[in-house]
């Protein structure tokens, strides 16, 4: 399996073209201290299909005339490489979270079209192709693919959560919903039988292909705010969190019953979403702490525990959609920083905490997820 580039790993690094750390820095450091040396900055993007292997999937915004300001996807490398799947001009003003298909090889995203004021759901190959609409949205859409990357599972604000054929098709509203935003966040089962979903009134839910029916696993009126459910490995149970004041991350059987507290959320803000490692033992989530007064990236015991911080920063810097690597290694984030608008993505060893800047991403890109492809895919 793929691990990601970090300071433990200088030969390996030094043959993907990353500018690293001298050291590893200490991510519990006093705030007085100068902020590490970051992977250095790639050029502004000027929309040239770059060629090679890539790795991670990311959304930018593009600033000035070249090219055409507005939202688009892109892949990148390790090594700063970067080949732009989707410019989404001509009118488009925003772009949702993109899912990448379990194979690797097509991305699903909404876009939303000032011209006829409407969402559109939208799958395109990453090698290159015309995209496909296969449906519309409104609002927080969160596609999902089912595991075996024939359907897609979606929210839509003004409906609920609908299911369509990823080649496209009538779409299935399987479960009406009458306060679906971003916390609702639809997520499949393991083995397809399922969704999971929050229904905005404090419940958490499945759907039951089989049975045709949505079941509470968390009744609604029971948490303040129940956010962004998602599955364990082994599918047999769901974590979620609670926000509010005190705020929590908290785990529930499959079946339901009885809620365990994994962890509390610091400040009591919300988390986005959380994000199990591969092999079921942690989860990855980011939280506001009064303590810092900032955000702070944190990985828990799945079984429970005292979260341990893997990377904070201060003076406005907030970090963001911790995505793990397919190897269970790292963890690939997003952090805001308020002072220049220019986020960027980082990465960080789980164990050690090392920490590397991309160089690819110095360019101003959106605050949209970004996704770690669970191959490389070769563009040539």
Not at 180 to 205: K, Q, Y
Request: charged share 15%; proline share 9%.
């Amino acid at each position: 399996m793929r691990s990601a580039p970090s300071a433990a790993l200088g030969p390996v690094v030094l043959a993907l073209g990353l500018s690293l750390l001298a050291g590893c820095p200490d991510i519990n450091r006093d705030p007085t201290e100068p902020e590490p040396v970051d992977g250095g900055t790639a050029p502004a993007p000027d929309g040239r299909p770059g060629t090679g292997a890539f790795d991670l999937l990311y959304t930018r915004w593009v600033t000035g005339s070249t090219p055409t300001p507005g939202p688009e996807l892109v892949l990148g490398s390790f090594a700063g490489d970067t080949h732009v799947v989707a410019q989404l001009d001509g009118g488009v003003s925003g772009v949702s979270r993109a899912a990448v298909s379990p194979d690797g090889a097509r991305v699903a995203y909404t876009t939303y079209d000032d011209a006829t004021s409407s969402w559109a759901l939208v799958v395109r190959a990453l090698a290159g192709g015309d995209p496909t609409v296969i449906g519309h949205a409104y609002g927080f859409a969160q596609p999902s693919w089912s595991p075996d990357g024939t359907r897609i599972a979606f929210a839509s604000s003004d409906e609920g959560i609908s299911v369509v054929d990823a080649a496209g098709g009538p779409a299935t509203l399987v479960a009406p919903l009458t306060l679906a935003d971003a916390c609702t966040a639809p997520r499949w089962s393991r083995d397809g039988s399922e969704l999971v979903f929050a229904d905005g009134l404090g419940g958490i839910f499945t759907y039951r292909f089989a049975e045709k029916r949505a079941v509470p696993v968390v009744a609604p009126g029971s948490e303040v705010s129940a956010c962004a459910p998602t599955w364990s490995p082994d599918g047999q149970s769901i974590a979620y969190a609670v926000t509010g004041d005190p705020g929590r991350i908290a785990r529930v059987a499959r079946t339901g019953g009885a809620a365990t507290t994994i962890a509390p959320l610091f400040g009591g803000y919300g988390v986005g979403e959380l994000a199990w490692s591969p092999d079921g033992r942690q989860l990855a989530f980011v939280d506001f702490d009064d303590s810092i007064q900032d955000g702070a990236v944190r990985v828990v015991d799945a079984a429970g525990g005292t979260p341990r911080i893997l990377d904070h920063t201060n003076s406005g810097i907030r970090g963001g959609h911790p995505v793990w690597s397919p190897d269970g290694t790292s963890l690939l984030y997003l952090v805001f920083d308020d002072a220049v608008s220019n986020p960027r993505l980082w990465i960080v060893d789980v164990a050690n905490g090392a920490r590397l800047a991309l160089p690819h991403v110095g360019a101003a890109i959106d605050g949209a997820y970004p996704a770690w492809l669970p191959a490389p895919i070769v563009i040539r």
